[in-house]
């Protein structure tokens, strides 16, 4: 290849000056492209020479910076040299990132989690969900525009990340990708474990987010109630396959599967027991945790009907994208008079709001039924609804009674 024109230069940052002293700034410039870094010294201005780009005279302090600078320049030059010999072009950030590899192979944000989302891809299908391994690729892109507008970078060193990197991140997602916390969630977790295995693998010294703690404020999930409900399962649809969709929705409602397991449903999962009646024992797609959901009878009507039908795969029912769902489900709303427009996840979300926790049914068999890794993810639905407050009221009136009273 080539020769580039390379150059590596000193200046000072005097807008950042502290008790009279000054960071000392590098530059790399190769081909045209600028790459600026940190020298981690700070001077005296009066001691800077700024046509030389060096310390100026010969006193102690004066050979100790040349001296570092000195250094850093030809670690720098020696970097250059080798991607020279080694790649077909070089660029002013390729030498700085591989100096501050600290000489050796340079280990990168965006690159490592480009590896471990390509080991994730090739598990998509056996023990992971290709709707996690989409939700990551979209945490991947958020992190790569970040990068791109803060600090102008296709990549950086996992050396240079900072504390303040993961808030001005959160900033970025709210402010520029108008996310909300939940949104954030993904993003933040994954790019805590890039650098929790960069501190594993022992490229960095200290995992810098390491105790940090981000607060999930969760909006408020809309779900149906059961006048909603009764709208939905008996409208006349002039579609069948909009009926259709409508029916899987209600199933959806009586059982809490979501959408990517009931595509998955087989015959073959549901179990009839000794005293004949009918139960779903299968793993959730997205986490592999087994979930146990005995059938409802509106449940169970549903899987009779759809059975004559003999699908392919011996699925239960005609189950299409998520998307194609959610637009059918709009005209559904719309027919029988809903104020909002249900998605596939609300029927999973009612089910374990209104059918389940609203009926006093505990906690931690929901959180079973739901298939949950956790039970605090299960507390997310665990929402009070006015008729259970009602009906909490009434029982607590019928035992006071007339106990108490005041007095004429």
């Known amino acids: 290849m080539a020769r580039s024109t390379f150059k590596v230069l000193f200046y000072l940052k005097r807008q950042a000056e502290k008790n009279g002293k000054v960071p000392v700034m590098g530059r790399i410039t190769v081909n045209g492209t600028i790459a600026q870094f940190s020298c981690k010294l700070t001077v005296r201005s009066a001691l800077w020479d700024t046509k030389a780009n060096k310390a100026s005279g010969k006193s102690i302090e004066a050979q100790r910076i040349n001296e570092k600078l000195e250094n850093i320049k030809t670690n720098i030059g020696k970097q250059y040299q080798r991607i020279c010999d080694r790649d077909s072009y070089v660029t002013a950030e390729k030498v700085k990132n591989a100096w501050l590899g600290m000489g050796g192979e340079c280990k990168l944000l965006l690159q490592t989690f480009e590896a471990y989302l390509q080991e994730f ?3 998509v299908g056996k023990d992971r969900a290709q709707s996690t391994f989409k939700n990551y690729q979209e945490a991947y892109r958020h992190l790569s525009a970040f990068l791109l507008r803060e600090y ?8 240079e ?3 303040d990197f993961m808030d001005k991140f959160i900033v970025f997602m709210s402010n520029h990708l108008g996310l909300r916390s939940g949104s954030m969630r993904t993003p933040v977790k994954k790019l805590h474990l890039m650098t929790y295995t960069a501190f594993q693998n022992g490229w960095i010294a200290a995992d810098p987010f390491a105790g940090y703690r981000f607060k999930v404020e969760y909006r408020d999930r809309r779900f149906l109630s059961e006048v909603e409900l009764q709208a939905v399962m008996h409208v006349h649809l002039p579609n069948y396959k909009t009926a259709i969709v409508r029916d899987i ?14 595509k998955a449903l087989t015959h073959a999962d549901i ?4 005293n004949g009646e009918m139960w779903i024992i299968d793993n959730r797609a997205k986490t592999g945790t087994q979930f146990r959901v005995k059938l409802l009878p509106v449940a169970r ?15 239960v029912f005609p189950v299409r994208t998520y998307k194609t769902m959610d637009m059918s489900m709009r005209h559904v709303a719309r027919h029988a008079g809903l104020s909002f427009n249900p998605t596939m996840h609300t029927a999973r979300h009612t089910f374990a709001t209104t059918v389940m926790l609203s009926q006093g049914v505990p906690l931690e068999t929901v959180s079973k039924m739901l298939g949950h890794k956790h039970i605090t993810t299960t507390q997310i639905y665990a929402k009070i609804t006015n008729d259970k407050i009602g009906r909490d009221m009434d029982a607590l009136e019928s035992k006071i009674g007339d106990k108490f009273k005041i007095a004429d």
């Open 301 to 315: 009507q549903l899987v009779e009907k759809y059975s004559r039908l003999a699908l392919p795969g011996n699925a």
């Open 121 to 123: 891809g090739k598990r």
């Open 249 to 262: 929705f209600v199933f959806c409602y009586f059982t809490g599967l979501s959408h990517i397991d009931v």
């Open 271 to 274: 179990h009839t027991d000794a």
């Open 161 to 163: 990340l900072k504390r």
């Open 152 to 159: 102008n970078l296709s990549d950086i060193p996992f050396k």
